[in-house]
């Protein structure tokens, strides 16, 4: 089981900007996929996005394309997850997960997960 913590998320306001961050280790920066995804309150939980190991490529769901960006620096052992352009529909639980496998949004393919952070977007 890989360590992974997400930091607060927080609160913000539509059209606003937060920022994610998921501690792990470098050495799970260069072996293994890192994802990230989200929980709303009576829905399943979807994928919002992953990086490939080493900086790779990267996926994004289509309702986070263009607002949101994930990155990694594998020197800090920190993911990160920029979120733009925020609407209320993207108020959730954020997760950090991780795969030996390649970048993928299906959850079933993650099994190292961390906590969750709280993110509301709300006027």
């Known amino acids: 089981q890989l360590q992974l913590v997400e930091s607060r998320g927080g609160l913000a306001q539509p059209g606003g900007s937060l920022r994610l961050s998921c501690a792990t280790s470098?050495?799970?920066?260069?072996?293994?996929?890192v994802g990230w995804f989200r929980q709303a309150p009576g829905k399943e939980r979807e994928g919002v996005s992953c990086m490939n190991s080493k900086g790779g490529s990267t996926d994004y769901a289509d309702s986070v394309k263009g607002r949101f960006t994930i990155s990694g620096d594998s020197a800090k052992g920190q993911v990160y997850l920029q979120m733009n352009s925020l609407k209320p529909e993207d108020t959730a639980i954020y997760y950090c997960a991780a795969t030996p496998l390649r970048c993928t949004l299906q959850v079933s393919q993650f099994n190292s997960w961390g906590q969750g952070t709280q993110v509301t977007v709300s006027s």
């Open positions: 470098a050495l799970t920066l260069e072996y293994y996929a």
